[in-house]
């Protein structure tokens, strides 16, 4: 299907308003840096804490902010996670747990400030929250073992027996939690559908136990040396990547078509993070995924151009390379349309649907495809006709 026909346009001739255009974005995007005090790095690299709450009813994220203030735990990144229905929210924090104290000095602390302001009538409770992950199989099974509410001491079982009991009643308790219930017990009577759980049970389990309105589900802590360690590794990816594209196209066409593709690789990278610091947008390994994309889908756009002026070279040997390239440009026109525009309807979909775990990768390949198509003959073209315009001029100089 054809949707563009004898396309004529002087790419070549616009060179400068294109030149003018990417000199405007990228000092938008040195601007934002400066401005903003640099990228707002993600936990990934710069170090932090993951925390995975759940809630019983969906949770206020404007009141789970005012609790969880900078003052307290550092800066703080609050956002939905999972599905609706599941009430899980994702808390991403720059102190490190872990870090000069002890993992679970971080956990109680997090947890006496979320129980403050969404479980306040038992902050002063002597019952245990069985929600709580600091409750795991030892505790239950100390607690039911020295209740023995299924009454085993007077049938005569021994004390082994009456522990195993237990223990496997423990296990059956927190495998419901953190399986059937994902990390949160609605409330005790819910147990009556495990297995080998009797009201007598139930009974003693809310002498010592109650069921939370939240749970801490998960806590993931990244140091700063690991984030170090990502940084480096980052760079590296995108410094090979770089490299093996150089020397493919170097390979399959000639070295100055390498260059250029590299230089506008590295053009639309510049600007697409420019504007991840104008816009303030967290750079996490997700966003990473989204730029090393990006470079392969760029540098695919550039390849089917140079590839085209290869074929036209063939017969069109007495030409300048500007009307090559200006033709080779508009014949895969229609090509770059249809597949960038596809691929570009795709990820702005993502970036308005996808959420903010997703927000990155979507904005990075959002701007990334309208900026590396953009490149192809805005930036790649211009500098390989300039390298042969300079070697046609040293030709006929040395000539001369």
Same mark, same amino acid.
């Given at each position: 299907?054809?949707?563009?026909?004898?396309?004529?346009?002087?790419?070549?001739?616009?060179?400068?308003?294109?030149?003018?255009?990417?000199?405007?974005?990228?000092?938008?995007?040195?601007?934002?840096?400066?401005?903003?005090?640099?990228?707002?790095?993600?936990?990934?690299?710069?170090?932090?804490?993951?925390?995975?709450?759940?809630?019983?009813?969906?949770?206020?994220?404007?009141?789970?902010?005012?609790?969880?203030?900078?003052?307290?735990?550092?800066?703080?990144?609050?956002?939905?996670?999972?599905?609706?229905?599941?009430?899980?929210?994702?808390?991403?924090?720059?102190?490190?747990?872990?870090?000069?104290?002890? +993992?679970? /000095?971080? =956990?109680?602390?997090?947890? $006496?400030?979320?129980?403050?302001?969404?479980?306040?009538?038992?902050?002063?409770?002597?019952?245990?929250?069985?929600?709580?992950?600091? +409750?795991?199989?030892?505790?239950?099974?100390? =607690?039911?073992?020295?209740?023995?509410?299924?009454?085993?001491?007077?049938?005569?079982?021994?004390?082994?027996?009456?522990?195993?009991?237990?223990?496997?009643?423990?296990?059956?308790?927190?495998?419901?939690?953190?399986?059937?219930?994902?990390?949160?017990?609605?409330?005790?009577?819910?147990?009556?559908?495990?297995?080998?759980?009797?009201?007598?049970?139930?009974?003693?389990?809310?002498? =010592?136990?109650?069921?939370?309105?939240?749970?801490?589900?998960?806590?993931?802590?990244?140091?700063?040396?690991?984030?170090?360690?990502?940084?480096?590794?980052?760079?590296?990816?995108?410094?090979?990547?770089?490299?093996?594209?150089?020397?493919?196209?170097?390979?399959?066409?000639?070295?100055?078509?390498? +260059?250029?593709?590299?230089?506008?690789?590295?053009?639309?990278?510049?600007?697409?993070?420019?504007?991840?610091?104008?816009?303030?947008?967290?750079?996490?390994?997700?966003?990473?995924?989204?730029?090393?994309?990006?470079?392969?889908?760029?540098?695919?756009?550039?390849?089917?151009?140079?590839?085209?002026?290869?074929?036209?070279?063939? /017969?069109?040997?007495?030409?300048?390379?500007?009307?090559?390239?200006?033709?080779?440009?508009?014949?895969?026109?229609?090509? /770059?349309?249809?597949?960038?525009?596809?691929?570009?309807?795709?990820?702005?979909?993502?970036?308005?649907?996808?959420?903010?775990?997703?927000?990155?990768? $979507?904005?990075?390949?959002?701007?990334?495809?309208?900026?590396?198509?953009?490149?192809?003959?805005?930036?790649?073209?211009?500098?390989?006709?300039?390298?042969?315009?300079?070697?046609?001029?040293?030709?006929?100089?040395?000539?001369?």
């Amino acid at each position: 299907m054809e949707i563009l026909k004898e396309v004529s346009i002087d790419w070549w001739g616009k060179r400068w308003y294109f030149f003018a255009l990417s000199g405007i974005l990228l000092a938008l995007g040195i601007a934002g840096f400066f401005i903003y005090g640099g990228f707002a790095l993600g936990i990934d690299f710069v170090g932090g804490t993951v925390v995975t709450l759940k809630f019983r009813q969906p949770p206020d994220l404007d009141l789970l902010r005012n609790t969880l203030k900078p003052e307290t735990l550092g800066t703080t990144v609050i956002q939905r996670f999972g599905e609706v229905r599941d009430n899980s929210v994702m808390v991403r924090m720059q102190r490190v747990f872990g870090a000069g104290e002890n +993992v679970d /000095t971080g =956990h109680r602390e997090l947890q $006496a400030l979320l129980r403050k302001t969404f479980d306040p009538e038992n902050v002063e409770s002597s019952l245990a929250d069985i929600n709580d992950l600091n +409750v795991g199989v030892d505790a239950l099974t100390k =607690h039911l073992t020295g209740a023995d509410p299924d009454k085993l001491t007077t049938q005569g079982k021994t004390a082994l027996e009456v522990q195993t009991h237990y223990q496997a009643l423990a296990h059956a308790i927190l495998d419901f939690r953190n399986k059937t219930g994902r990390g949160l017990i609605n409330n005790l009577e819910s147990l009556s559908s495990v297995a080998g759980v009797t009201p007598a049970v139930i009974e003693s389990l809310k002498t =010592h136990y109650y069921a939370g309105p939240f749970a801490v589900t998960g806590v993931d802590s990244i140091g700063a040396v690991v984030g170090s360690d990502l940084r480096y590794r980052a760079a590296l990816a995108v410094g090979l990547s770089f490299l093996g594209m150089l020397v493919y196209i170097g390979f399959r066409f000639k070295p100055i078509y390498g +260059v250029g593709a590299i230089i506008a690789l590295l053009h639309d990278i510049a600007i697409t993070i420019g504007l991840f610091a104008l816009a303030q947008m967290e750079i996490s390994l997700i966003t990473l995924a989204g730029l090393l994309t990006l470079v392969g889908y760029s540098v695919n756009d550039k390849i089917v151009i140079f590839d085209r002026v290869r074929e036209n070279l063939r /017969t069109m040997r007495k030409d300048p390379m500007k009307k090559i390239l200006n033709l080779s440009i508009n014949q895969t026109l229609a090509r /770059t349309i249809m597949t960038g525009g596809m691929t570009f309807l795709s990820v702005l979909t993502l970036l308005i649907l996808g959420g903010e775990v997703l927000g990155g990768f $979507a904005f990075a390949l959002t701007v990334g495809i309208l900026i590396g198509t953009y490149s192809s003959f805005a930036v790649a073209s211009p500098l390989v006709e300039w390298w042969y315009r300079t070697a046609e001029a040293k030709a006929r100089k040395r000539a001369a």
